[in-house]
């Protein structure tokens, strides 16, 4: 059948239609030389001590209209399972150790105004006040700025890894189809003597958004028959000199060749990549032999390649010049980069170098994914742009429907307490301080203002007029768990960082002197004769009494005014002591068993586990350290007694999850979250390293058992 007219040309129209329709879908592949709505630096590296760093340039290409970019920073170092060294291969570990790989994101935003160019070393990042346009001093021509731009630099010296960014929307933190990203990293060597300067320069590598595709889910599908944005290449070519062979110009310099490997499949939402991804390597020298080659790659690669294989790329066993290799991910997409260097033999400190983007052929049939995790208000964790989530999307709770704080001293939930006044706190939080003054009839053991605590110095909890560095860090570990103690100075019933920092400023200059400890006239049907009384309104600790120890309350004297003194407090009489609370039990005989471990003597090794589990079970103190005070040490008191045995163990059940991981990821992103994990702190000075996730992912691969 022959078909004429404009039956042929509608026929013809359909085949154009279902053409670009499929070209549409499939879209061209990852470039390095368009504005794109996703950007990845492959290779930003940092090391101070040969002085090497990576310049950061990130631009807008759209000159009407500003944007925003979701970035992450990911960390791709190896370290040492035993001490958490820097690493590349096990051999670089103590005892032949495993070199545990790396990958650990910092996310962060970056605002971009009309055409604006940023850029930033990545050993220093972009402190807000050097953000050029901060959005309160300096503004741009319209009226736009860099607000909430702060690019974190490199969490460790050595440094290697890569660097994402993708196009949000300024008010979901969503994926947008903009394809106005462009950027270049430029990677520097500087010697000082002889003064020597060498600098490979590249392009981000950038994937298109395809328009229409996004489905606004917490993925970013590169490729495939449901691709959100151009894919990934089937094949990366790669023409380069074999490992060592003297290059044909100079007739004098050796070359050398890294190569950059990243999976495109990424997870942005743990940023933990504990698989691996199978990689042929086909290679083709200039006498038309070829050769293959498998290997296994990790979440990074960055590696000479006659470390990949010697036998493939080393020139004094190939004994060939120049090489094709084209490389293809089995289960993955690759983004690939090579840096070339030329070295004098006789000095290898004259070095130039050369990053090239890597050509390709074809594009993945397979999609690729990025997984992100998006921001719901409501779910009780504070994701960007949220800057509070209390669980709900319930305006007037201090953190409002949106997720955004409400402002300061706005009146919040009545805690049914005459003698607190309850306001938010402008950080998404409804807090019930003591009014000041306080009103009458509010009892008299109390606060006269948040400078006095319950013994009149915030942070002394053993009642002696001195603030040590066990109570600080005490005081900071109460904090996550809420315990009522000195810590806690205007008995809100949680610790406050205001709080924890006036028990530095005790610990830095001493206690103040005269403190008031009551601001009424002593009356013994309100406070006393011995224990607080629970009823009164802000009652914690009654001071008529030398043995007023309930709910935490060291033992003082009436009139007891905080210096930094040299006698000892008075020791309670036996007939008290059953009623003190661990900071007055008597000095035990003997050596004080470990505070895990069960023994004969009462009490235990470290005051501040002392202090929690006594608190909960005075015979520890005056009896034994049995092994009813062990379990109190191991669970109740967990946070203050350590007696985790497994890095990342938060629960103590001698198996690390992939939700315990993530529990101490947020500790070591946030500080204040380090309650989440104590186990993720091993070394207990209250933040969580690489060094300490590393351990902790070492033990989630190996177990427990392995530690």
């Known amino acids: 059948m022959v078909m004429t007219g404009q039956s042929g040309r509608q026929v013809i129209g359909v085949v154009f239609a279902v053409v670009a329709a499929a070209a549409g879908g499939r879209a061209h592949g990852q470039a390095s030389d368009q504005a794109a709505a996703i950007v990845i630096y492959p290779y930003v590296v940092v090391d101070s001590a040969r002085g090497i760093d990576t310049t950061i340039q990130f631009s807008n290409a759209a000159s009407e209209r500003a944007i925003t970019a979701r970035c992450a920073l990911l960390d791709a170092n190896g370290h040492c399972a035993a001490d958490g060294r820097v690493c590349r291969h096990a051999e670089d570990c103590p005892g032949g150790d495993p070199c545990v790989p790396g990958w650990l994101g910092t996310d962060f935003r970056v605002r971009l105004t009309s055409g604006q160019p940023l850029a930033w070393r990545a050993s220093r990042g ?117 490992d060592g062979a003297v290059e044909p110009v100079s007739g004098t310099r050796n070359v050398f060749t890294t190569l950059v490997l990243i999976p495109c499949d990424q997870d942005l939402i743990l940023y933990l990549r504990t698989g691996k991804t199978p990689v042929q390597f086909l290679v083709y020298d200039e006498y038309g032999s070829r050769y293959t080659r498998y290997a296994m790659l990790g979440p990074y690669l960055a590696s000479p390649l006659s470390d990949i294989d010697p036998r493939l790329f080393d020139y004094s066993v190939v004994g060939s010049l120049s090489v094709q290799t084209r490389i293809r991910g089995l289960d993955s997409g690759l983004i690939a980069l090579v840096i070339e260097q030329h070295v004098d033999p006789t000095d290898p400190t004259r070095v130039a170098s050369a990053a090239v983007n890597v050509h390709g052929q074809g594009n993945r049939v397979r999609a690729d994914v990025i997984g992100y995790r998006r921001a719901i208000c409501g779910d009780g964790v504070v994701d960007p ?131 008031t400890v009551c601001t009424g006239p002593a009356d013994s049907s309100v406070c006393g004769p011995l224990t607080a009384n629970r009823s009164v309104p802000l009652e914690a600790c009654d001071r008529t009494s030398p043995a007023a120890a309930a709910a935490g309350c060291p033992a003082l004297r009436a009139t007891y005014t905080p210096t930094p003194s040299t006698t000892p407090m008075a020791t309670p009489s036996a007939s008290e002591t059953s009623t003190l609370g661990p900071t007055a039990t008597a000095t035990p005989t003997g050596v004080a068993p470990n505070c895990c ?21 005075g015979l520890c103190c005056v009896e034994r350290w049995g092994e009813r005070c062990v379990g109190i040490a191991r669970q109740e008191c967990a946070a203050a007694c350590r007696c985790w045995q497994c890095a990342g163990d938060c629960d103590g059940d001698d198996v690390v999850t992939i939700a315990e991981l993530v529990r101490s990821v947020r500790a070591a992103l946030d500080p204040d979250r380090i309650g989440d994990c104590w186990a993720a702190d091993r070394n207990d000075d209250g933040t969580v390293t690489i060094n300490e996730l590393v351990a902790a992912v070492d033990r989630a691969l190996s177990g427990c058992g392995a530690s």
């Open 126 to 242: 972009l402190p807000p006040d050097e953000v050029p346009l901060d959005g309160v001093t300096r503004v741009g021509p319209r009226g736009e700025s860099n607000f909430y731009t702060v690019v974190p630099p490199i969490p460790e010296d050595p440094f290697a890894g890569m660097l994402f960014c993708y196009a949000i929307d300024d008010d979901a933190y969503a994926p947008i189809e903009r394809n106005d990203l462009k950027g270049e990293a430029t990677i520097e060597q500087y010697q000082q003597e002889p003064p020597r300067l060498d600098v490979a320069k590249y392009n981000a590598v950038g994937f298109q958004a395809i328009p229409g595709r996004n489905n606004g889910d917490e993925s970013l599908v590169l490729g495939g028959e449901e691709a959100e944005y151009t894919g990934c290449r089937n094949v990366d070519l790669i023409n380069h000199f074999f």
């Open 385 to 515: 742009p949220e800057r509070c989530d209390d669980g709900n999307t319930v305006a007037g709770d201090c953190c409002s429907a949106t997720c955004q704080p409400e402002p300061a001293g706005q009146p919040c939930a009545d805690d049914a307490n005459a003698c607190t006044d309850d306001r938010c706190d402008g950080r998404g939080a409804c807090v019930h301080a003591p009014y000041e003054p306080l009103p009458e009839g509010c009892g008299c053991c109390q606060f006269e203002s948040l400078a006095e605590a319950p013994n009149g110095c915030v942070g002394d909890l053993d009642g002696d007029g001195v603030v040590n560095s066990a109570e600080v860090e005490i005081c900071q570990r109460f904090k996550q768990l809420g315990y009522r103690s000195s810590c806690d100075a205007d008995l809100s019933g949680s610790i406050d960082p205001f709080e924890i920092a006036m028990v530095r400023d005790n610990y830095t200059y001493g206690c103040p002197a005269g403190a």
């Open 597 to 617: 471990t069960a023994g004969n003597t009462p009490g235990c090794s470290d005051p501040g586990c002392q202090l929690c589990v006594c608190g909960k079970d």
